[in-house]
């Protein structure tokens, strides 16, 4: 599952929680343009709640629409990553090094108040 949800404002919250095959994929990344359209610095709480790889064709039907991902992702300024594996949490953090104007931290899934107090700051 992957959940897209306009929260409120300038927030999406995206939920990963499980297996991605390019069905899903297409949905999410829909729904995430959809809901994204009317923000200007955004911020987004992202939960990885059970990571597994997506499918082969969920990868290509991303890296498809990567050049709108790339360009969506300049209406965010912040993004939190909730996960309580640490390599994501790595990746994730390395992942913000290459947009400027864009910081994504890392937080442990206990540590939601510190993320939300985050994106709000």
Known sequence: MLEVIHSAGNRIDIVLNGKID????????????????????GVMLYRIEDFQFPSLAAMAHELS????LLKLMKKFKRIAVL???KWLKKVSELEGKFFRNLEIKAFDFKDIELAENWLQS
């Open 22 to 41: 390019a069905k899903v994929m297409k949905k999410a990344l829909d729904d995430l343009l959809k809901e994204s359209e009317n923000i200007e610095d």
């Open 65 to 68: 629409r990567m050049p709108t």
């Open 83 to 85: 996960s309580d594996k």
